[in-house]
């Protein structure tokens, strides 16, 4: 078993998401296009949506009260939705700086529901120079699920570095961890040792194998034992895995299936 062997369970589940608009497509339908244009999930226009009695209450009230509206369909089904400009503050309108530098810090994390609703799906994301978007949902998920521990304040939480410097290096970092830290969550980080000192209470796990260097996981379990917890919860089990498999270039998936979350842990907590 390795982390590989987790990504490459992971399936591309058959998802669009569809923008609802009374105009013709405009320029944030356009920015989130670009956003996935590699991506598995492709972005349509001109979709019908479902009878209402088909679309589950929390969809129909987006679409009646938010404007545009981004509506995910997984297997021609709508499953999720989020108005267009939520969308726009969240990822279309910024950049990793906000987060580097803490002027979006834990407790300030929003993830809208489409980008929420694409877990257990394989993604493939570039970083800058070659994408000015696609790494920034990886960063937007690690801090979704470090704020959900903050939040939750017990449990354990295994998070990857590559280089434990970059905890110090990046303020937001360093300040997200800190506060972690001050909870009652027991904080884990890997990496190589890179000679930084971690001045934190937290647990340093270093090594120099390819899963110390290439690999970007953050694992929340809030009950020491994932399978326990409710799936669907807003405390409950999350994890995200990547490995960067070229320079700036990453492969992997999130997950809240609490058996998938606890097996991951399990591992990280074995080999790591």
Not at 14 to 32: H, N, Q, Y
Not at 86 to 95: G, M, P, R, T, V
Request: charged share 25%; with cysteine.
């Amino acid at each position: 078993m390795s982390l590989r062997s987790f990504i490459d369970d992971i399936g591309t589940p058959d998802r669009t998401i569809a923008v609802i608009s009374d105009d013709t497509t405009g320029p944030l339908e356009r920015m989130l296009a670009e956003t996935f244009a590699e991506q598995p999930v492709g972005v349509e226009s001109n979709v019908t949506i479902p009878a209402a009695s088909d679309i589950g209450p929390e969809i129909e009230r987006a679409l009646e009260t938010a404007g545009d509206t981004a509506v995910l369909f997984e297997g021609g089904q709508p499953v999720a939705a989020s108005p267009m400009l939520e969308l726009y503050d969240s990822i279309l309108a910024i950049n990793s700086d906000l987060f580097v530098t803490g002027a979006r810090g834990v407790g300030e994390i929003e993830l809208p529901a489409v980008l929420a609703n694409l877990d257990e799906m394989r993604l493939r994301l570039c970083g800058y120079p070659l994408s000015d978007k696609e790494k920034l949902l990886l960063i937007i998920v690690s801090r979704y699920i470090e704020q959900r521990a903050w939040a939750t304040g017990r449990g354990t939480i295994r998070s990857a570095f590559q280089r434990l410097s970059r905890i110090g290096d990046e303020i937001g970092t360093r300040d997200v961890y800190a506060k972690l830290a001050a909870t009652g969550v027991e904080t884990h980080v890997y990496g190589v040792d890179d000679g930084a000192t971690v001045d934190l209470d937290v647990v340093p796990h270093t090594g120099s194998g390819s899963e110390y260097r290439d690999a970007w996981f953050v694992v929340y379990d809030p009950a020491g034992t994932g399978a326990t917890a409710a799936a669907e919860s807003a405390s409950g089990p999350v994890a995200l895995v990547c490995l960067e498999t070229e320079p700036r270039t990453w492969d992997g998936f999130w997950t809240y299936d609490p058996n998938r979350v606890a097996a991951i842990d399990a591992y990280i907590a074995r080999e790591l």
